[in-house]
C-alpha cells in the first residue's frame, strides 16, 4: 500500500468503505450511519489492517461541519432564530446544566473529583451537530417548529461550550484543588467571560452589518459572469474563509461561523442556487465526519468498562431527553416537539470530544474518562436513529388520537364543505405553481404541506391548508378524497409519492391521481401504484423546446405562472 498520498488514500478506502457498509446497513433497514460509524472503526487504529492519517481525517471532516452547517444556515433566517429564542435560550440552558449534574452524579460514583465531574458531565450534554443535522434532514424537519427549536437549541449549546472552552484553563486550577496552583480571581473569571462574549457579539454584528451587505453582492456579481463554476467557487470560498475567520479571530467554531454566513446569505435570492451548488462536496465530506468518529472508537471499553460505559450512556440517552421533554414541556410547547427535540439530542459527538481532550490535557480529566465518553458517543450514534424512529411512531399515534379527539369536520369546517375540489400534496416550486394556476381558475384547492413556514405564508393568501405528512395513514382520508375531481403528488421523492397513491386509490378508486417523475423507472413505478397520469419534467421540456423549433409556437416556455 503507497503511503505517498494519504489524502487520496484516505478517501478512496474511506469513502469506498463507507458506501459498501452504508448500503449493506441500508438494506438491513439500519441507518446508514451504522456503516460509516463501522467504516471508520475499521480503518481505525484499534483495528487491524489499514490504519488511516489520524491527523488527517478528522480536518476532512471538519470541512463536512463547516457545509452542512452553512447549508442549515441558508434555509434560517434571522428572523427564523428570533422566533425561537423564548424557548431555545432557556430551554437549552437548564437542560446543559442539569444533563451536566447527572454527569456529574456519575462521577462521584466513580470514585471521581467534583472538578472531574464538571467537565466529564458537560462533555455528555452537548449535543453533535452533524448527528443532530442530518436528523432534521431525513425526517424532512429542517423548515418546522420542531426543526427551529433543534436548530436554536444547537446555536445555544454552541456558544456555551464556546464559553467553557474558554473559561476551562483558566479555571482549571479551582476545580482540581490544587494548593500549589493560584487559584483565578474573580476578576479574570468576569475578564474572560466578558472578552468571551464580546468576540461572539463583534462577529455576530460584523456579520449582520457588513456581511449581510458584502456576501450577496459578491454572489451577484460572481452570478451574472454566467459562470456555473466561478459561483461554487465562490460560495465555497464564502463558507470556509468565514468560518476560518470566525475561529481564528474571534475564538468562535467553525460550525458556528459557517451557520451564521449561511443565515446572512438566506435573504438573498441566490441562496437556493448557493445550496444546491454545495450539495455534493457538503454530503461526500459529512461521511468523512462518522468516519472520524468510527476511527476514535476502541472497542476494547465494551469488555473492560462495561458498567461505567452503560451508565455514560444512561446520561446521554436517557436523562438528557427526558430533562429536555420536561423543559419543554414546562415552556408549554407540544408533545411532539418535546420528544421530537429530545430524541435528537440523545447524542454526543464532536464538541465532546474537545471538551474531553481539553480536560485530559488540563489534568481534570484521567484517559479513562475520554475513553467512556469516546464509547458513549459511538454507541449513542449508533442507537439515536432507533429512538428517533420510536419517537416518530409515537408522534404519529399522538397526532391521529388529537384528530380522533377532535371529532368529524363540523359543517363550517372548510375541508368539509369543500366539493368537486383539488388535492395538493406538496407546494414546492412546483406545486406552487400549480396551485396558482388552480386558483386562477377559481378550482377549489386544498393543499397539504409539512414545511411550518410554507403553511404560514398559504394560509396568510386565503388557501386551505393541512399541516402534516401526506404518506401518515390518518390524513389522507380527512382530505375528501371521495368528493374530490383530483388528487395532484407534486412530491419529487417517487418512493413516498407511491405511497400516497396507493392509499388514496383505496380510498377512492376512481379519483384521478397525476404525479411527477424525474426518470422512466420512477413513472412506472407511480403508475403501478395507481397513478392516471405522471408528467415526466424533462420530457415536457424537450416537447416545449421542439415545438418551438418545428412550429414556433411553444407550448411552455415563460408563461404566466399562473396559468402552468
Not at 459561483?231 to 459557517?258: D, N, Q, Y
Not at 419543554?328 to 481532550?357: D, H, K
Not at 397526532?399 to 379527539?405: E, N, Q, T
Amino acid at each position: 500500500m503507497p503511503h505517498g498520498s494519504p489524502l487520496v488514500t484516505i478517501l478512496v478506502i474511506g469513502l469506498g468503505l463507507a458506501f459498501v457498509l452504508g448500503t449493506v446497513a441500508s438494506r438491513l433497514g439500519c441507518s446508514v450511519l451504522v456503516g460509516y460509524l463501522l467504516a471508520g472503526i475499521i480503518i481505525g487504529p484499534f483495528t487491524p489492517g489499514f490504519v488511516a492519517d489520524q491527523d488527517l481525517v478528522p480536518q476532512l471532516a471538519e470541512i463536512g461541519v463547516i457545509l452542512l452547517m452553512f447549508g442549515v444556515g441558508l434555509h434560517f433566517s434571522v428572523n427564523d432564530l428570533v422566533s425561537v429564542r423564548a424557548i431555545a435560550i432557556p430551554g437549552a440552558m437548564v437542560q446543559v446544566v442539569l444533563s451536566t449534574v447527572c454527569g456529574m452524579l456519575l462521577a462521584h460514583l466513580l470514585g471521581w473529583s467534583w472538578g472531574s465531574g464538571v467537565v466529564f458531565g458537560m462533555t455528555l450534554a452537548i449535543a453533535s451537530t452533524v448527528v443532530l443535522l442530518r436528523t432534521l434532514q431525513e425526517h424532512r424537519l429542517m423548515d418546522t417548529q420542531r426543526g427551529h427549536v433543534a436548530i436554536g437549541w444547537l446555536v445555544i449549546q454552541d456558544l456555551l461550550t464556546v464559553m467553557v472552552l474558554v473559561l476551562l484553563p483558566v479555571m482549571a486550577p479551582l476545580l482540581k484543588h490544587d494548593p500549589h496552583a493560584a487559584a483565578p480571581g474573580a476578576w479574570q473569571l468576569v475578564l474572560a467571560v466578558a472578552l468571551t462574549i464580546g468576540k461572539v457579539a463583534a462577529f455576530i454584528a460584523l456579520m449582520l452589518i457588513v456581511g449581510r451587505r458584502l456576501i450577496p453582492a459578491m454572489l451577484h456579481y460572481v452570478a451574472h459572469t454566467g459562470s456555473r463554476e466561478l459561483f461554487r467557487l465562490c460560495v465555497l470560498a464564502i463558507a470556509l474563509g468565514v468560518a476560518l475567520t470566525a475561529t481564528e479571530i474571534f475564538g468562535v467554531s467553525f460550525a458556528l461561523g459557517a451557520f451564521v454566513a449561511g443565515m446572512v446569505l438566506s435573504e438573498s435570492p441566490l441562496s437556493q442556487h448557493a445550496g444546491a451548488e454545495t450539495l455534493p462536496l457538503r454530503d461526500a465530506f459529512a461521511v468523512l465526519f462518522f468516519i472520524s468518529v468510527g476511527m476514535l472508537f476502541n472497542p476494547g471499553i465494551l469488555l473492560h468498562h462495561p458498567l461505567p460505559l452503560l451508565g455514560t450512556l444512561a446520561v446521554i440517552m436517557g436523562a438528557t431527553p427526558v430533562l429536555t421533554v420536561v423543559t419543554l414541556r414546562l415552556l408549554r410547547q407540544p408533545w411532539q416537539t418535546a420528544l421530537s427535540v429530545g430524541a435528537g439530542l440523545a447524542q454526543i459527538g464532536e464538541f465532546s470530544f474537545i471538551l474531553a481532550a481539553l480536560g485530559v490535557q488540563s489534568g481534570l480529566l484521567v484517559e479513562r474518562a475520554r475513553d467512556l465518553v469516546l464509547g458513549a458517543s459511538i454507541l449513542s450514534i449508533l442507537l439515536n436513529p432507533v429512538m428517533v424512529a420510536l419517537v416518530n411512531r409515537v408522534n404519529t399515534a399522538l397526532d391521529r388520537r388529537a384528530r380522533l379527539r377532535s371529532g368529524p369536520a363540523a359543517p363550517e369546517d372548510p375541508v368539509a364543505a369543500l366539493r368537486g375540489h383539488a388535492v395538493l400534496i406538496g407546494c414546492g416550486r412546483v406545486g406552487s405553481l400549480v396551485a396558482e394556476g388552480l386558483r386562477a381558475d377559481h378550482v377549489p384547492l386544498l393543499v397539504v404541506e409539512e414545511a411550518d413556514m410554507q403553511v404560514r405564508a398559504l394560509r396568510e393568501r386565503g388557501i386551505d391548508v393541512m399541516l402534516g405528512n401526506a404518506a401518515d395513514p390518518g390524513l389522507l382520508p380527512l382530505l375528501g378524497l371521495d368528493r374530490a375531481r383530483i388528487l395532484i403528488v407534486a412530491i419529487p421523492d417517487a418512493f413516498e409519492a407511491g405511497e400516497i397513491i396507493q392509499q388514496a386509490r383505496g380510498l377512492s378508486p376512481e379519483l384521478d391521481i397525476v404525479a411527477r417523475a424525474h426518470f422512466d423507472s420512477a413513472a412506472d413505478y407511480l403508475s403501478e401504484y395507481g397513478a392516471s397520469l405522471v408528467i415526466m419534467g424533462e420530457r415536457e421540456i424537450a416537447r416545449a423546446m421542439l415545438d418551438y423549433a418545428t412550429r414556433g409556437t411553444p407550448s411552455g416556455g415563460r408563461a404566466d405562472p399562473s396559468r402552468i
